[in-house]
């Protein structure tokens, strides 16, 4: 009895050629993704594939220094801002979150074509984690505007994601990486 792909094949008498149908099997087996059988965890850059929270951060910034009447004079790096920031501001976290929250649908928006890919590679039974410089409030507020927070199983520094993911964590840095993992 022919299954319901080559039931529904456009070749004649619903047969399919011998070329394909190995990759009917293979799709058939792997759940529809030749990958699933590759990768089992994957590191993803934060600002470079899912959401750039740079210019949210920078945004905060500004407006934290002028509520503030102060001059925040931060490093690029935010983990060594946030020490700048918690003897300049003190309880700065939670105005943080608030204001990601309310701002964040300006600068990120969902990527159908890496939450698709996230989707597939999660679906295959693949461990996806989340690395940054951002304070974790703005991180877990850009996967949820990204629309990737469900896929996403672990968020902190790389070394922390590779700690809970496995040191053969697969590390991917742009969108074009995470097209091409198989």
């Known amino acids: 009895m022919a299954s319901w792909r080559e039931s529904l094949s456009p070749y004649s008498g619903g047969t399919v050629p011998e070329s394909?149908?190995?990759s009917?099997?293979?799709r058939r087996f792997c759940g529809g993704n030749l990958a699933s059988s590759f990768v089992t965890a994957?590191?993803?850059?934060l600002d470079g594939v899912l959401a750039d929270t740079r210019p949210l951060w920078d945004a905060w910034l500004e407006d934290a220094a002028?509520?503030?009447r102060v001059e925040l004079d931060v490093p690029d790096d935010r983990k060594a801002a946030a020490a700048v920031l918690d003897e300049a501001l003190g309880d700065?976290?939670?105005l943080l979150a608030r204001f990601a929250a309310d701002r964040a649908p300006l600068w990120i928006r969902p990527r159908p074509e890496t939450n698709a890919a996230l989707r597939r590679l999660a679906a295959a039974g693949a461990r996806i984690g989340a690395f940054?410089?951002?304070p974790r409030e703005l991180a877990t507020i850009a996967l949820a505007h990204a629309g990737v927070a469900?896929?996403?199983d672990v968020v902190g520094t790389l070394a922390e994601v590779r700690a809970v993911l496995g040191e053969a964590t697969v590390v991917v840095r742009s969108r074009d990486e995470l097209s091409a993992v198989r």
């Not at 994957?42 to 850059?45: G, P």
């Open 20 to 22: 394909h149908r190995s």
């Open 150 to 152: 469900r896929q996403v």
């Open 66 to 68: 002028r509520r503030a």
């Open 132 to 134: 940054t410089d951002a």
């Open 92 to 94: 700065w976290r939670p």
């Open 24 to 26: 009917l099997t293979a």
């Open 42 to 45: 994957l590191a993803l850059d």
